[in-house]
């Protein structure tokens, strides 16, 4: 069964970092588009942070360049989201996603496109 499971979130200072993972089974994560979403409270969820099946093309959200960055490792099924210089507007759920047929970041924030999504992992950060 297809399946993406988060970790990493948790309490931080602003300032602060963290490390997300995002970890794929059931099915062949390596010729997948992952991508990081978030949801704060009382808000829509939003694209973060996309990569391409060989971690090539890779495209970030304006309110995170420069402070996150996306990696992949397609041995361990497994793509990471360093998060440095955390804000407080950083605070939400973040969720990955996974989709297949579009091998690039192209329209990578439209949410429609994906099949697979984890259940999300808490990101708090406090001022």
């Known amino acids: 069964q297809p399946q993406l499971v988060e970790s990493g979130g948790g309490l931080v200072q602003s300032g602060?970092?963290?490390?997300?993972?995002?970890?794929?089974?059931?099915?062949?994560?390596?010729?997948?588009?992952?991508?990081?979403?978030?949801?704060a409270p009382g808000k829509s969820r939003e694209g973060v942070s996309c990569i391409?099946?060989?971690?090539?093309?890779?495209?970030?959200a304006d309110f995170v360049k420069g402070r996150f960055t996306i990696s992949r490792d397609n041995?361990?099924?497994?793509?990471?989201?360093?998060?440095?210089?955390?804000?407080?507007?950083?605070?939400?759920?973040?969720y990955c996603a996974a989709?297949?047929?579009?091998?690039?970041?192209?329209?990578?924030?439209?949410?429609?496109n994906y099949l697979y999504w984890g259940q999300g992992t808490q990101v708090?950060?406090?001022?």
């Open 16 to 39: 602060g970092s963290l490390r997300l993972s995002c970890e794929a089974s059931g099915f062949n994560s390596r010729i997948y588009t992952i991508t990081w979403f978030r949801q």
């Open 52 to 60: 391409a099946p060989r971690g090539v093309d890779i495209d970030y």
């Open 99 to 112: 989709r297949g047929g579009i091998h690039t970041c192209t329209d990578e924030f439209t949410q429609g």
């Open 124 to 127: 708090t950060v406090s001022s």
């Open 75 to 94: 041995a361990k099924n497994t793509v990471y989201l360093q998060m440095d210089d955390l804000k407080p507007e950083d605070t939400a759920n973040y």
